[in-house]
């Protein structure tokens, strides 16, 4: 039995709206959390599952309940909405013309048409893959990942769209090894890629969003003195 709290939080707000990003923002954790828990829990990825499912039947019994409310209001659009997929008077007629098709009979297996929760559900996996992916690609040579301008994580399914801050951040932090290795007589990085220092300059460099970062640079700049 799942006795954690968060995820009991999580289950029960997935309940409420049947989507992953909302519901893990009410609870505060990542998208990647609630993924590691449905890949490796399985009374959790059952549980989850139901919930989602759950959520999105509530979330069509509130559209369902606002639809008739327009038609209560007498919103010409609700009403032939309603009208054209229940009352048969009203629904569009078929065209009579009747067109022959010679069907092809193959041995393929027929492919199964996918609910809206599996396509939902497959969008969300396909995103979390990119993220890994990408995720492996930013960390390469133990680069590091920045926090968002805001201060908080960037989760792995938000890569995508953080990628070109992530690598200015990246780049603006070389820069800057580069800088006080010169100072203190050290190789350059592209003949000894790592040094122990690199890591002290890194963690101070975490704390500075990518903004910072440049303002930083642009005062290094205007204080270094120019070569007559």
């Known amino acids: 039995m799942i006795d954690d709290k968060t995820k009991q939080k999580l289950l029960k707000e ?6 992953v990003y909302l519901s893990c ?29 759950q959520g999105r039947e509530n979330n069509c019994d509130v559209a369902r309940q606002a639809l008739m409310l327009r ?3 007498k919103d010409m659009r609700a ?28 041995s393929l297996p027929i492919a199964q048409a996918k609910s809206l929760e599996q396509i939902f559900d497959d969008d969300e ?3 979390y893959e990119r993220g890994l992916r990408l995720q492996e690609q930013l960390t390469a040579f133990g680069r590091r990942i920045p926090p968002k301008p805001d201060g908080n994580p960037i989760g792995v399914e ?8 992530i690598r200015d951040w990246q780049k603006l932090v070389e820069k800057e090894i580069e800088r ?13 890629p790592h040094h122990p220092d690199d890591d002290l300059i890194i963690e101070k460099m975490l704390d500075i969003s990518v903004v ?17």
């Open 212 to 228: 910072g970062l440049k303002s930083e640079e642009d005062k290094s700049s205007e204080t270094t003195p120019k070569n007559d």
């Open 158 to 165: 938000e890569l995508p769209s953080y990628e070109a801050y």
């Open 71 to 73: 038609v209560k209001e």
């Open 125 to 127: 996996r396909s995103t």
């Open 79 to 106: 009403i032939e909405y309603v009208l054209s997929h229940n009352d048969p008077t009203y629904k569009r007629k078929q065209s009579s013309n009747v067109v022959i098709v010679h069907k092809k009979i193959s």
């Open 14 to 19: 997935l309940e409420k709206s049947g989507n």
């Open 180 to 192: 006080e290795r010169s100072k203190k007589g050290l190789p350059s990085a592209s003949i000894i």
């Open 25 to 53: 923002l009410k609870v505060r954790i990542d998208r990647s959390t609630h993924y590691r828990w449905f890949e490796s829990d399985k009374e959790f990825r059952k549980l989850a599952s139901r919930a989602i499912r």
